[in-house]
């Protein structure tokens, strides 16, 4: 599977956007982008997922390139609450389900 | 969204003992589990995958005879630390894929481990 590389830190200021990148310079036509994020003492949380298009939902937008060599999370209105590691991970499905392997991750810190 | 139970959240043990952690899928039937382990600050690493009716898969390093998995059902994996030692304190975590092939994996809250 191919490897991530995201920035160690990241700050926001509460409301404002938080852009997140990732770079997957490596990724094969049919691996998928995903997005989990973490919050301390808990278990991962879906936030979203993409392979080719651009995807929105209810947490968060993703926007991938058309080279697919990158992509950006973006978390519209930032809270305290999205204060997390956020990890972006390149996989694909095979045997009828797709493994997940963790880099280091973003870690996010949204101040007031 | 679908839901995984992980139980117990926190347990502390004496060195020498064996503890079982619980995996739940409480509304769909989970063909494949994968359980992870954390260590403080550091990012998860997959210990294993767990096939329904299958012997698990271990990743490399992680002793299959100090980990045991047991996947008997498609709502339940278990994980088994056997004789703990103070070096297997750590924050274990499962997730769950669905029958369907689900794109997207869902976590259980986590186990915290210490070993006295």
């Known amino acids: 599977d191919a490897k991530t590389t995201q920035p160690p830190s990241m700050d926001c200021a509460e409301g404002r956007a938080a852009n997140l990148p990732c770079n997957h310079s490596t990724i094969s036509g049919n691996e998928y982008v995903y997005w989990y994020r973490q919050i301390h003492s808990q278990g991962p949380q879906y936030i979203i997922h993409g392979l080719k298009n651009n995807e929105t939902n209810e947490m968060a937008s993703l926007i991938i390139t058309e080279d697919r060599k990158s992509s950006t999370l973006i978390l519209p209105h930032a809270t305290l609450r999205d204060t997390a590691v956020y990890y972006c991970i390149v996989s694909r499905v095979s045997g009828g389900y797709n493994k997940l392997i963790f880099g280091a991750g973003t870690r996010l810190a949204v101040h007031p | 969204g679908a839901v995984v139970s992980q139980h117990p959240s926190r347990v502390i043990c004496k060195s020498g003992t064996s503890v079982k952690i619980e995996c739940r899928s409480l509304d769909f039937q989970a063909t494949t589990m994968f359980w992870y382990r954390q260590f403080p600050k550091k990012s998860l690493m997959l210990m294993a995958t767990?096939?329904?009716?299958?012997?698990?898969?271990?990743e490399q390093g992680v002793e299959k005879d100090k980990f045991l998995i047991n996947h008997a059902s498609l709502t339940l994996s278990t994980l088994t630390v056997t004789s703990a030692h103070p070096e297997d304190s750590s924050f274990y975590i499962c997730?769950?894929?669905?029958?369907?092939?689900?794109?997207?994996?869902?976590f259980g809250s986590g186990t915290q481990l210490s070993v006295l």
């Open positions: 767990s096939n329904e009716g299958s012997k698990a898969t271990y």
């Open positions: 997730s769950a894929v669905g029958r369907m092939g689900n794109e997207k994996l869902f």
